[in-house]
């Protein structure tokens, strides 16, 4: 069974730090991985998408890379701002299915 | 966005009670999924559809069933609610491609007392 594991849980920085938050999966048997935001009381909202034959994608401040080999995710943040704020959380596809980790809480101070 | 509807948003119902929760999309995608989001848990794949009456299983199915009779209509039902259901449900749909991004609906929070 696919296990998605996100650390940390929560990371609290102050404005303007690049960061990057980690995500490791246990069956590297993958289509796809996807980065997804969820703002408190909200859905989730899709970021990037990294399919099985890529390394990397991008999109404005956001970089996520996938090593399947070894079974890891990144997604690094630049600059990060107060609105950066939120839960983020991977998963990975295969099978039909997606398996989510539990996501790390981001808190970007003022 | 992607057209995704849930209804109800917010119910509170009685522990023995059936309780339907409706998925509505209107991007015609052929996959559908319910989920729960639980503290501690992350989302769990309750159940699955990947086209008109064809449904399955997810990690967490025990006490759920679904049913699909329409492209843009998933319904999740909770047989006899209990109060380990009490969670936060969310309709996801996908396109045919392996490659196609998961869009989320906005969720329903149930509590079952």
């Known amino acids: 069974k696919q296990e998605v594991t996100q650390i940390p849980a929560a990371l609290s920085v102050p404005e303007g730090e690049n960061l990057v938050l980690n995500c490791s999966f246990t069956?590297?048997?993958?289509?796809?991985l996807q980065w997804f935001r969820q703002d408190p009381g909200k859905g989730l909202t899709s970021l990037l998408l990294?399919?099985?034959?890529?390394r990397e994608q991008t999109s404005g401040r956001l970089n996520a890379s996938l090593d399947k080999s070894s079974g890891r995710s990144t997604l690094y943040i630049a600059a990060s701002q107060p609105g950066d704020s939120a839960t983020y959380l991977c998963?990975?596809?295969?099978?039909?299915?997606?398996?989510f980790g539990s996501g790390t809480k981001l808190n970007v101070k003022p | 966005d992607a057209g995704i509807t849930q209804s109800p948003r917010h119910k509170v119902t009685e522990t023995g009670t059936p309780v339907t929760l409706r998925c509505h999309q209107t991007?015609?995608?052929?996959?559908m999924y319910w989920y729960r989001q639980d503290p501690g848990h992350g989302l769990r794949l309750i159940h699955y559809?990947?086209?008109?009456?064809?449904?399955d299983k997810g990690e967490v199915s025990d006490g759920y069933s679904v049913s699909r009779s329409k492209t843009e209509d998933f319904l999740l039902t909770l047989e006899s609610a209990t109060s380990s259901q009490t969670s936060v449900y969310f309709c996801?749909?996908?396109?045919?491609?392996?490659?196609?991004?998961?869009?989320f609906g906005p969720g329903t929070r149930l509590t079952v007392l």
């Open positions: 998963a990975v596809f295969n099978f039909n299915k997606f398996y």
């Open positions: 990294i399919q099985s034959s890529q």
């Open positions: 991007e015609n995608h052929r996959y």
């Open positions: 559809s990947y086209g008109v009456k064809d449904t």
């Open positions: 069956d590297s048997a993958i289509y796809n």
């Open positions: 996801a749909i996908q396109g045919l491609a392996d490659t196609d991004t998961q869009y």
